[in-house]
C-alpha cells in the first residue's frame, strides 16, 4: 500500500526542490493573477448562492431563530467552490475526483496513526489500504482522462474555460511552445495531476477554517459583526510555515545541520506581546485600520499565507472566495454562538473546530 500520493502531494506545495518549484511556480503563477482570478467570480457566487439556500430551508421555518452547526456547510462550499473554479463545465466530474481525494486523505491519516503503534501496518493487505491503491489509481485514471479531453479541445482551437485547469493547461503549453516546443521544460501529465490535487488541499481546508473561525469570532463579538454587516450593506446593497535545510545554515545562534525541518510557530508569532504589543491576545480587529505595517512592530510579524517567493499562491483565491462567502452570511443573518458550542480547537492539518461550530442564526 502507498501512502505517498497523498503526503507527496501535500509536500509538493511548499518543498519541491528548488529547480522544480520554480518551474511549477513559473507555470502556474498565471492562472492566480488576479484578472484572471475575476473571470471565476460567477462560480464563486454560485457556490455561496447554493450555501445560503442550503440554510433558507432549515432557517426559514416559522422565521424563528435556528441553530445550525455551519462547520460542515462552510466545508461543502470550499470543495464546491474549487471544483467549480477548478474544472469548470466538468464540475460534476471534478466534485467526484476531489470527493475521491477526501476520503484518500482521511484514511491516509488513519494508517499513518495506526502505523505509528503498528510498524509496517501500511502494507498489510486489509480493507483500508486497497481501498486507498483503488482509490489512488481512479484519481489518477479521471485526472488524466479530464487533462486529455481539454488537451484535444485546445489542440482544436476551442475556447478555453477559464477554469484553474484551462489556465494551467494554457500556460504548461506556452512554456513548452516558448521553448521550441521541449516537453522537458514544462509540467508533466502527473505533474498537472499532483497540481489539481494540490488545488484540492491548499483551497478546501484553509479557507472553510478561515470562514468558521471568522464567523465564531464575529458571534463573540456582536458589535464587530454588526460593523461589518455595515459595510457590506453599504458596498452590497438587499471571501504553519516549514522549511528544510538542504545544506548547514546558521539560524541566529543556531548552527542548523542538513536535513533538518525547521517549523516556525506562527500562532504565537501573531500573538506575541513584544511585537503587537501588552494587547496582542485581545481581538482588536482596529489595529489593522492602517495596515499591518502599523499593527506590528516588524513586516514579518503577520504570516497568515507564508512570505517571501513560496508564499501561498493561492492567497488572493482564498480572499475572494472568503470575502463573498461572509459578505453574503452577513447580508442574510445574524449569529451568535449556540449554547451547545464547545470551544476546542484542534489541530489536523490547519487548526479545526473538534466539535464543530453550532450557530444561531436568525434572518434578516
Known sequence: ?????????IETSNIHEGEKWAKHRKIINPAFHQEKLKLMIPALYESCSEM??????????????CELDVWPYLQSLSCDAISRTSFGSNYKEGKRIFDLIKEQ??????????????PGYRFLPIQSNRRLNAIDNEIKASLKALINKREKAMSAGEDTKNDLLDLLLESNLSEIQAHGNTKSVGMSSDDVVDECKIFYFAGQETTSVLLTWTMILLAQ?????????????QVIPQYLLNRDVHEEVKLGNLLL???????VPTILLHQDPELWGDDASEFKPERFAEGVSKATKSQF?????GWGPRICIGQNFALIEAKMALA?????????????????????ITLQPQHGAPMILRKL
Open 52 to 65: 445560503i439556500n442550503k440554510w433558507e430551508k432549515v432557517v426559514s421555518v416559522d422565521e424563528r431563530p
Open 257 to 263: 545541520p542538513a536535513g533538518v525541518k525547521v517549523s
Open 221 to 233: 463579538y456582536p458589535d464587530w459583526q454588526e460593523r461589518a454587516r455595515e459595510e457590506v450593506v
Open 105 to 118: 486523505t482521511d484514511l491516509t491519516f488513519h494508517v499513518i496513526v495506526r502505523a505509528i503503534i503498528i
Open 328 to 348: 453574503m452570511v452577513l447580508r442574510h443573518y445574524s449569529f451568535e454562538l449556540s449554547p451547545s458550542y464547545i470551544h476546542a480547537p484542534n489541530t489536523v
Open 1 to 9: 500500500m502507498n501512502t505517498r500520493s497523498i503526503t507527496s502531494a
Open 301 to 305: 510579524s503577520f504570516l497568515p499565507f
